[in-house]
């Protein structure tokens, strides 16, 4: 057997490549969804170079998401870098910064989850801010989110928000809304108005308001708040959708007001729950 000696040479190369084969220390650092999984972002962070091959990784979650990592990052000048992924949707917010990998919806469980990631980092979290605006650190510290991808590009997303409020709960859970997108058609549905109802209306306030409990029911807006619209329509009896188009104005981010069906019919009135709005992307 012709044995030969193992050089310095050798010796670099054997030890060098494992290392270059790496992508151990890669840790989340911020977390983001809104309420349906539709937005989701993971950043991470790291602190050493030579972290690149995320191909050989992969990372899940206690709710059943995986993804496998496809490509490498784009050099290994990892040291104080981060990178992110995110859901289609995030990326598709105009002015987000592009995330590094796209991740499925609903890949994070917005009521709590745990992220497991193959190299090593394991965080667990609890039910995330839904507010759209919102995001949470590693160590469950609530901010306003401020995701960062690789090309060290950061911005933060507004997302337009429609959350249901019933006060007391006198009044038929009767309302629902969309999530008022700038540029896009909003709509209020109205079901189960009766086969006595005539009209039915949405009420726009800037200020939500409980308490006052009149004869159709409990009054969810302050009136004494600017009005921000008011749409009125004939009642089909059974399902009604009233429908405005929200201005592509981006001023309009963050701005919030608050809504309330009514139906009218057989000489009388009848408040349906609120439903609060939150306008952005």
């Not at 997108?181 to 079901?191: D, Q, Y």
Request: charged residues 10%; contains cysteine.
């Amino acid at each position: 057997m012709n044995l030969r000696p193992v050089t310095p040479a050798l010796v670099a190369i054997l030890t060098t490549v494992p290392a270059l084969a790496d992508a151990h220390a890669w840790e989340v650092s911020e977390i983001f969804s809104n309420a349906d999984g539709s937005v989701q972002f993971v950043e991470w962070f790291n602190d050493e170079d030579d972290e690149h091959f995320m191909h050989n990784e992969t990372v899940s979650t206690s709710s059943g998401g995986f993804f496998a990592f496809p490509r490498p990052l784009p050099h290994p000048v990892t040291a104080g870098r981060n990178f992110l992924m995110a859901t289609a949707a995030f990326a598709a917010i105009p002015g987000a910064p592009t995330p590094d990998y796209i991740m499925p919806d609903g890949f994070l469980d917005p009521a709590g989850d745990t992220i497991d990631y193959s190299g090593g980092d394991v965080v667990s979290f609890g039910a995330l801010p839904l507010d759209g605006k919102s995001s949470v650190t590693r160590n469950g510290a609530v901010l306003t989110n401020a995701p960062r991808n690789f090309a060290n590009v950061s911005s933060s997303v507004r997302l337009a928000v429609s959350g249901a409020r019933n006060g007391s709960g006198v009044n038929r859970n009767c309302y629902s809304a969309t999530a008022p997108v700038l540029g896009a058609t909003w709509n209020g549905t109205i079901t189960a108005a009766g086969p006595t109802a005539n009209i039915v209306a949405i009420l726009g306030y800037e200020t939500a308001s409980s308490g006052l409990v009149l004869a159709g029911g409990e009054l969810l807006v302050s009136v004494g708040s600017p009005q921000i619209f008011l749409l009125i329509a004939f009642s089909n009896t059974t399902s009604d959708v009233l429908s405005q188009t929200v201005p592509n104005d981006t001023a309009l981010l963050e701005f919030s007001l608050s809504t309330q069906a009514v139906i009218l019919g057989g000489g009388a009135l009848e408040f349906c729950n609120a439903v609060d709005l939150i306008l952005g992307h």
